[in-house]
């Protein structure tokens, strides 16, 4: 071959395997961005449920208006949200192929919901809760969970 050929070869070569390392990190960006928008899915999916389970009476596998400790278990909502969830001996936690999920806080009004994708990155907070007009609210956080609802808030 001549040397032209030989330096075209070279850079082909070179532009193909640059190609091939920016397609790769591409591919794992839109992997790591899909698996969060799945958690983020599987907590709203929660939430909506969670408002469904406040206002059940506690005799029909409900919270009976009130989502504390002290008259629903964490680890009973998290089963009752009807997410698609494995269940382990670890109390108060589920996981699918998306990521690790569990209730971080409750109060009579409100529940925290925290989604740990399974490709990594910032945890994914989800807070619902009523408030005294009778609307429910969903915030949806990553990092840090938000403030649970005023009360009364519009």
């Not at 994708?117 to 945890?123: H, I, L, R």
């Amino acid at each position: 071959m001549g040397q032209q050929q030989l330096l075209l070869l070279i850079l082909v070569t070179i532009l193909v395997g640059i190609a091939t390392v920016v397609a790769m990190n591409v591919f794992g960006t839109a992997s790591a961005d899909a698996n969060r928008n799945a958690v983020r899915q599987d907590l709203l999916q929660g939430a909506t449920a969670a408002q469904a389970i406040w206002a059940r009476p506690a005799m029909l596998d409900g919270a009976g208006q009130d989502f504390s400790t002290e008259s629903i278990s964490h680890d009973e909502v998290l089963r009752l949200l009807g997410m698609p969830l494995e269940f382990t001996a670890t109390v108060n936690e589920g996981s699918n192929q998306n990521g690790v999920y569990s209730i971080t806080a409750s109060d009579t009004l409100s529940l925290t919901l925290q989604g740990i994708p399974a490709q990594g990155g910032d945890n994914i907070y989800a807070v619902v809760c009523r408030d005294t007009d009778n609307n429910w609210q969903v915030d949806l956080a990553d990092a840090t969970a938000p403030a649970p609802c005023e009360v009364g808030l519009e």
